[in-house]
């Protein structure tokens, strides 16, 4: 079992920056995938970035250039670095774990909410334009 657990969010203006960190319990936390979603009001949950098994990582288009995803296997812990805030930006952010296998690196599982085993509360994100 993996329990996920975010923290980081808040209210920032537009152009600000963010670092949200998911830490995750047990000893398996580097064979997994982390992914990071976000649901805005009235929206879906859409996909925003992974950080593979491997440390490779894969973004949402929205975000290119803008947000780093990262994660520190000796912490438990992967991250979300939000630059360039904007308004749009403004959601609850979720951390997701998935143990993929030999489609560890595999963007297709990574944009799908049903490859990822875990998921932790959310944190809020609010950008104030």
């Known amino acids: 079992q993996v329990q996920l657990v975010e923290s980081g969010g808040g209210l920032v203006q537009a152009g600000g920056s963010l670092r949200l960190s998911c830490a995750a319990s047990?000893?398996?936390?580097?064979?997994?995938?982390m992914g990071w979603f976000r649901q805005a009001p009235g929206k879906e949950r859409e996909f925003v970035a992974c950080?593979?098994?491997?440390?490779?990582?894969y973004y949402a288009e929205s975000v290119k250039g803008r947000f780093t995803v990262s994660r520190d296997n000796a912490k438990n812990t992967a991250y979300l670095q939000m630059n360039s805030l904007k308004a749009e930006d403004t959601a609850v952010y979720y951390c997701?774990?998935?143990?993929?296998?030999?489609?560890?690196?595999?963007?297709?599982?990574?944009?799908?909410?049903?490859?990822?085993?875990?998921w932790g509360q959310g944190t809020q994100v609010t950008v104030s334009s």
């Open positions: 997701a774990a998935g143990n993929w296998g030999i489609y560890s690196s595999s963007s297709a599982y990574a944009r799908s909410e049903e490859r990822y085993n875990y």
């Open positions: 047990g000893r398996t936390f580097s064979s997994y995938a």
């Open positions: 950080v593979f098994w491997s440390g490779g990582t």
